[in-house]
């Protein structure tokens, strides 16, 4: 990278880049993975490793009625 950012990234995005990159996914995939882990954070109003399985579920019930598809 050459340009220069004046923010920091948390380890826990920094781990999520690192492993899109290392899948080689499309850059229209990786933008869609960072907006659902947002999405999700924004849900949550905590960090997403923070998240339990009841968490997930409730965030994909929250999807379905917001009319987005499911995670799983």
Not at 6 to 25: A, E, G
Not at 38 to 59: C, I, S, Y
């Amino acid at each position: 990278m050459t340009e220069e950012t004046t923010h920091t990234i948390s380890p826990l995005r920094q781990r999520m880049l690192d492993d899109i990159r290392m899948h080689r996914l499309s850059p229209k995939t990786r933008i869609g993975y960072v907006r659902a882990v947002k999405r999700f954070a924004q849900f949550l109003k905590r960090p997403p490793d923070q998240a339990t399985l009841e968490d997930l579920r409730k965030f994909e019930l929250f999807s379905v009625d917001q009319g987005m598809s499911a995670i799983m």
